[in-house]
Each structure stands twice: as C-alpha cells, then as structure tokens.
C-alpha cells in the first residue's frame, strides 16, 4: 500500500516549507537518525517536517547500541513558491523491529485526523540543504589540504548524497517507489555469504544490486589478447562502458559515486555489513584500480576521489565506529591500494607534461588532498611497488604483465623484511615449551 501522500487540492499551507515524514506507533526511548543527527527520544517520536531538498536517509533502533536497524531513502526535489511538499508515512512493525509502508490507504486517515494538526506537531529538519549543485565540481586552489567545500556543515551531507538519484534507489532496491526501506540485515547480490546465511536471507531479507557487484569479472567478457589482459589490470575502459552505454539499465556515468555513497552510508548509519564489503570492493578493486580514468575521464575520477575524502571526513566527523577499525583486513588491502593508485596517477600526469588539462590537474591536487589527510591515520602512500610478474586473470588464466597491485604482503612498513639473529636454526630470543 502506497505511504506516499500527494493529494494536492488538500495540501495545508504548512507544507509550503518542504516535505514531511511522519512515524506512526514509534515506541519511546527510540533512536531516531535523520541524515547526519541522531538522538534519543525519551518520548514517542512522531516524525520530521520542513525537509529541504536533496537525498535524505531516516531511520530508527530500539537503542542506540542494537545491532538492528530499519530506514528508508527519500528524494525530495527542487520546488517553486507555489509547490508545497509531499507526505511520507511509515508504521513500526513492534513484531518484526521493522518500518514499514502502513496497512491501507494514509489518505482516510488524514482526512480523519487532520493533516495540519500532525503535521504543525512534529520535529522541524535541523539543517538546510546546500542551494548550490556545484560545491562537489568546485576547483581546489595549490596548497589546499583539505577542500572547505568538504567541511561546512551545511554542504557535508549534499556531497555524501548528490550522485544517489531516484532511478538509482529504484535499481539498487528492485523496486520503483516513492520511498525506498533498508535495514541492517538487508544483503548485498554478489556477495560470499554462507549456507546459515542464505537460509537466513531467503526468509525474507531484502537482496540490494549493484552495478558492479563484488563476484562480478571486472573485465568485457568479450575482449581478447593485449585488450584483455589491461582490462584485468586497469578496468577504467571497462567501468566507461559499461556507465555510459547504459547496457538498457538507465545508467548513468555518475551512478559509480552514487553507489558507492548509498554503500558507505548504509553500511555506516544501519550498520549493514554487507554495504561495508561492497563499499571496499568498490573503493579496492574499482575506483583505486583505474589508473586511466584520471586521464579518459577526468571529472568523474576527481569526483570519486573528493567523494572517498568526505566519507572519511564524515567518519570522523559525525560516526562513532571507524569503517577501518570495522574491518582491518579490507582497509590494509585499500591502503595498498591507494600507494599504487599514486605512483600511477604520477606517473599518469607526469608524461602529459604541458599537455595535462586543467581537469586531469584538479585529479592530481584532489588526490594530494587525501594523501595529506590520510598521514593523521599514518598512512604513508609513497613507496615502489612491484612492477612485472604473472597476474592471474578473474577467469583462472595466468598472463605475463606489468602489475598494477602490490603482493599480497606490503614490503614496507610492519611488513618489511629485517634481518634477524638465528640460533640452531631458529630465530635467536624467542620463547621456547620445549622441556
């Protein structure tokens, strides 16, 4: 049943200042996250008006330290003075710890209740959305370490969300709707999960799709010889043509930053572990992967480095977890990842010389930006990497190449060799059982 109210000829002129969400049966003691605010109500919390245009995430928990969560996505767009907004109604399911689309028609239940009399009682939005769409294109000047477009409160949240668009939502959920629900327990397709959690996920979970899912080959199943072997090495080529040609889907170059934000802030805000691997993989295997999108398609390499540098402002802005202390093995390998994504990106820009574009420049200082963020964590991304070897193709085959990636073991830092004393045979001032 639709939970979407739009009935223009009996709008009240209180919706004049923007959408409304409205939370039925909500219990007390409930935390409730709206964007980048969370808190605890003591008292049943009924809901939020005046929100502003832009992408927005609600959702609820029984407390603030359960594991289970339950959300939703709206978009609300851009409107004149004689628009007045819309009405999202969700009802908490106390069986099933869920929000869901209430049973029957919201529109009885308006007439009967009095719509401005709810509405005129519920929670105004505490922030207003940015009112520029041009604060993620925006240039960085030499020396900047830290963009200022990045940091104002009022533009974090419209640079954590401006890729995700409604097709996108409708995509990624399988569902075309005005409002679009994810919880904690919601799975990623792709992803390796085992048996127990199949089973679990069969009994109703919703499945999320992605673009690029993480048991995707990341290479045209139809390339051969030299051009197969760069796509397994660089899969920029790949990425463009699969976004630009739209392969039937609706898609869109900058749907590759929209899913990647719709994975961080889901992963991050419901705690859904399932968006957190698809957000590594993304930024692992993905994004930190083409080198050559730098180059080809400078705009979106910049805006998915810029995107990658607020989420990690975010993080440590507004979230009490850290996505790498979440999952340290993930972060170790992004880490190598982004050493080799610089020296390659160098080199990249280097050999254009004066042939390097004011676009391809602002890639170099975006990703400048993030290195000298990234030393607060101890991130040194300066080092060699090894160059050519056997790579082993998504498909089993081995090939001769130059490689892209360090080996499994970074030999720098707490994995560089040293040189130790050995004693029959064993290294010397180890502690021994042995009687």
Not at 115 to 129: C, I, M
Not at 163 to 171: F, T, V, Y
Request: a negative charge.
């Amino acid at each position: 049943m639709e939970n979407y109210y739009s009935n223009t000829d009996s709008k009240p002129a209180i919706l004049s200042n923007g959408d409304v969400v409205i939370l039925g049966d909500l219990p007390a003691n409930f935390t409730v996250g709206c964007d980048t605010t969370s808190f605890t109500s003591t008292r049943p919390f009924k809901g939020f008006r005046d929100i502003p245009p832009g992408v927005h995430l609600i959702w609820v928990a029984p407390s603030e330290s359960t594991s289970s969560r339950s959300g939703f996505w709206i978009c609300t767009p851009e409107r004149d003075d004689t628009q007045r907004g819309n009405v999202y109604v969700k009802q908490w399911d106390k069986f099933n710890e869920v929000l869901h689309d209430p049973v029957g028609g919201v529109d009885e239940r308006f007439r009967n209740e009095g719509l401005e009399q709810q509405v005129a009682h519920l929670s105004p939005y505490h922030l207003r959305a940015a009112s520029t769409e041009s604060s993620h294109k925006l240039a960085l000047t030499q020396g900047d370490e830290t963009p200022s477009d990045l940091l104002g409160d009022q533009n974090m949240w419209y640079q954590m969300t401006f890729a995700i668009r409604p097709e996108l939502l409708d995509r990624i959920t399988g569902h075309a709707q005005k409002s679009w629900n994810i919880t904690t327990t919601d799975s990623v397709a792709g992803e390796l999960i085992l048996a127990e959690e199949a089973q679990l996920y069969a009994s109703g979970t919703s499945r999320l799709l992605f673009t690029f899912p993480m048991d995707a080959r990341l290479i045209n199943p139809e390339a051969t010889g030299p051009e197969r072997t760069r796509q397994a090495l660089d899969p920029s080529g790949w990425i463009i043509d699969k976004l630009e040609s739209g392969n039937g889907g609706g898609l869109q170059p900058e749907d590759l930053t929209g899913e990647f934000q719709f994975a961080f802030l889901a992963g991050m805000h419901l705690g859904n572990f399932s968006c957190l691997e698809q957000w590594f993989f993304l930024a692992t295997r993905l994004i930190f992967r083409s080198y050559s999108l730098a180059i080809d398609r400078a705009q979106q390499a910049r805006s998915l480095i810029q995107t990658f540098h607020a989420q990690l402002l975010y993080n440590d802005r507004y979230l009490q977890g850290d996505v790498f202390e979440m999952m340290p093995e993930h972060a170790r390998k992004l880490k190598l990842a982004l050493t080799t994504y610089k020296a390659r990106l160098d080199e990249k820009l280097a050999a254009l010389g004066d042939l390097c574009t004011p676009d391809q420049q602002a890639v170099g200082m975006a990703f400048s930006s993030l290195e000298s963020w990234l030393r607060r964590l101890g991130w040194d991304l300066k080092g060699e990497y090894v160059r050519s070897g056997n790579v082993m193709l998504e498909d089993g085959e081995l090939v001769q190449a130059e490689l892209s990636d360090f080996e499994d073991e970074d030999e720098r830092g707490e994995f560089a060799p040293t040189v130790v004393e050995m004693e029959d045979g064993r290294e010397a001032g180890l502690l021994s059982w042995d009687t």
